[in-house]
């Protein structure tokens, strides 16, 4: 008996002995197992601190390279300034075309040098004066509509300008360059089995008014995606345009619209070259249609800095048309003592040449550069009768700003 009492507490103290052991192991693992979670942890933060680092230091990089780009602008600025102060005042290829030219498109086959010698000796410059050519006197007259009485309808206003020989060259020269850019595909293998492109039929003279009309809607209706127009969803779909055409056709003649032939205009310069014919055509429809009251002109033209220049102004005031606009420093013959000149906040100075056209540097916000052939545009500021709300000073404003 006291044997087998024995032998039970050697067995207890053995099993005890194993749960202790087994504990402390557990106890070890859980400290490994927190010492590695501690170590990511300082490895994560140490990446963290290294990531701020880099981009503190990019930032950094990226902050230097602006403000060595800025240098070099500063020090390309300033180099661009004295070779104007030192008589270079040729244009750049890259400038924009002159209103004059956009609209003529007459190629000026002079040298940089012959056109310094002109701007010289016809642009030279004084002080401002209202001492500008007197235009005779306008004459005003009702304007004259050459509208036919009997068809006042939408569609039959849209016809007047919109005629019949406009719609026939959109006709030709859409079904020209469909069946030249198919035939391009085809040559190449570029067509998959299944293109819409195969589906092509020539348009005509209905089918293309249609199509204009299908432009019209959408332009009074608008989708965030054009084949919403022919979707399912009534919330998109627009039964009118589902009616006239269907979409694969529709998105056909878009591709294919055209209005000249590529070929003929593949070495034209001019900008608009792609609707050089229509505008053509259109302002010949505008000028039949209606006959401006006006004789001998006196009008105003207001334009930005795209189509202003010395030698449209000029021109325009030979026809008896003034013209006033912002105006572009880099423009040819401009009076070099006014571009390059550096005003302060408020301040405004400008110049005339003997032809009666005015080019004025004023600084608001920004600085600001105009030209203008109106007698009463001087280089003064004027009240505005407003005052500054913050300080309570009158603003005062360029007076050809006002007119504007």
């Given at each position: 008996?006291?044997?087998?009492?024995?032998?039970?507490?050697?067995?207890?103290?053995?099993?005890?002995?194993?749960?202790?052991?087994?504990?402390?192991e557990?106890?070890?693992?859980?400290?490994?197992?927190?010492?590695?979670a501690?170590?990511?942890?300082?490895?994560e933060?140490?990446?963290?601190?290294?990531?701020?680092?880099?981009?503190?230091?990019?930032?950094?990089?990226?902050?230097?390279?602006?403000?060595?780009?800025?240098?070099?602008?500063?020090?390309?600025?300033?180099?661009e300034?004295?070779?104007?102060?030192s008589?270079?005042?040729?244009?750049?290829?890259?400038?924009?075309?002159?209103?004059?030219?956009?609209?003529?498109?007459?190629?000026?086959?002079?040298?940089?040098?012959?056109?310094?010698?002109?701007?010289?000796?016809?642009?030279?410059?004084?002080?401002?004066?209202d001492?500008?050519?007197?235009?005779?006197?306008?004459?005003?007259?009702?304007?004259?509509?050459?509208?036919p009485?009997?068809?006042?309808?939408?569609?039959?206003?849209?016809?007047?300008?919109?005629?019949?020989?406009?719609?026939?060259?959109?006709?030709?020269?859409?079904?020209k360059?469909a069946?030249?850019?198919?035939?391009?595909?085809?040559?190449?293998?570029?067509?998959?089995?299944?293109?819409?492109?195969l589906?092509?039929?020539?348009?005509?003279?209905?089918?293309?008014?249609?199509?204009?009309?299908?432009?019209?809607?959408?332009?009074?209706?608008?989708?965030?995606?054009?084949?919403?127009?022919?979707?399912?969803?009534?919330?998109?779909?627009?039964?009118?345009?589902?009616?006239?055409?269907?979409?694969?056709?529709?998105?056909?003649?878009?591709?294919?619209?055209?209005?000249?032939?590529?070929?003929?205009?593949?070495?034209?310069?001019?900008?608009?070259?792609?609707?050089?014919?229509?505008?053509?055509?259109?302002?010949?429809?505008?000028?039949?249609?209606?006959?401006?009251?006006?004789?001998n002109?006196?009008?105003?033209?207001?334009?930005?800095?795209?189509?202003?220049?010395?030698?449209?102004?000029?021109?325009?005031?030979?026809?008896?048309?003034?013209?006033?606009?912002?105006?572009?420093s880099?423009?040819?013959?401009?009076?070099?003592?006014?571009?390059l000149?550096?005003?302060?906040?408020?301040?405004?100075?400008?110049?005339?040449?003997?032809?009666?056209?005015?080019?004025?540097?004023?600084?608001?916000k920004?600085?600001?550069?105009?030209?203008?052939?109106?007698?009463?545009?001087?280089?003064?500021?004027?009240?505005?009768?407003?005052?500054?709300?913050?300080?309570?000073?009158?603003?005062?404003?360029?007076?050809?700003c006002?007119?504007?």
């Amino acid at each position: 008996m006291s044997q087998g009492l024995t032998e039970s507490n050697e067995n207890c103290v053995f099993y005890d002995e194993e749960r202790n052991k087994q504990f402390e192991e557990n106890e070890r693992q859980k400290e490994t197992l927190n010492d590695e979670a501690e170590r990511e942890k300082e490895t994560e933060n140490v990446d963290v601190e290294d990531v701020e680092e880099r981009e503190e230091e990019t930032g950094n990089a990226e902050e230097e390279d602006e403000d060595a780009e800025r240098e070099e602008e500063t020090e390309n600025t300033e180099e661009e300034d004295e070779e104007q102060e030192s008589g270079d005042t040729g244009d750049d290829e890259s400038d924009e075309y002159s209103a004059s030219e956009v609209v003529s498109d007459i190629d000026n086959d002079v040298s940089e040098e012959e056109e310094d010698a002109q701007d010289n000796s016809v642009n030279e410059w004084d002080a401002v004066t209202d001492l500008t050519p007197e235009l005779d006197a306008c004459t005003l007259n009702e304007s004259t509509f050459n509208i036919p009485i009997e068809d006042i309808s939408p569609a039959g206003i849209f016809s007047l300008f919109v005629t019949d020989e406009i719609i026939d060259k959109m006709v030709t020269e859409t079904n020209k360059y469909a069946l030249k850019h198919i035939a391009e595909k085809q040559n190449n293998n570029e067509i998959k089995t299944k293109s819409r492109l195969l589906s092509w039929k020539a348009t005509n003279n209905i089918e293309m008014r249609k199509f204009l009309g299908v432009l019209l809607a959408m332009g009074l209706n608008k989708v965030s995606h054009i084949n919403d127009y022919w979707s399912k969803k009534s919330i998109y779909r627009n039964e009118y345009i589902v009616s006239v055409m269907t979409r694969d056709r529709f998105l056909l003649l878009l591709k294919f619209w055209h209005f000249c032939d590529d070929s003929s205009a593949i070495h034209n310069t001019n900008k608009l070259k792609k609707i050089h014919d229509l505008a053509n055509m259109l302002n010949s429809r505008f000028q039949e249609v209606l006959t401006p009251g006006l004789e001998n002109k006196c009008r105003v033209v207001i334009a930005d800095n795209f189509y202003s220049s010395i030698e449209l102004a000029e021109e325009l005031l030979s026809q008896k048309t003034r013209y006033c606009g912002t105006l572009n420093s880099k423009r040819r013959g401009l009076p070099k003592e006014i571009v390059l000149l550096k005003l302060k906040k408020g301040e405004i100075k400008g110049a005339m040449n003997k032809n009666g056209v005015k080019v004025i540097k004023w600084v608001d916000k920004r600085q600001l550069l105009m030209i203008s052939t109106l007698k009463e545009d001087k280089d003064v500021l004027v009240n505005t009768g407003k005052k500054n709300r913050k300080t309570n000073e009158d603003i005062k404003k360029a007076y050809m700003c006002l007119n504007v």
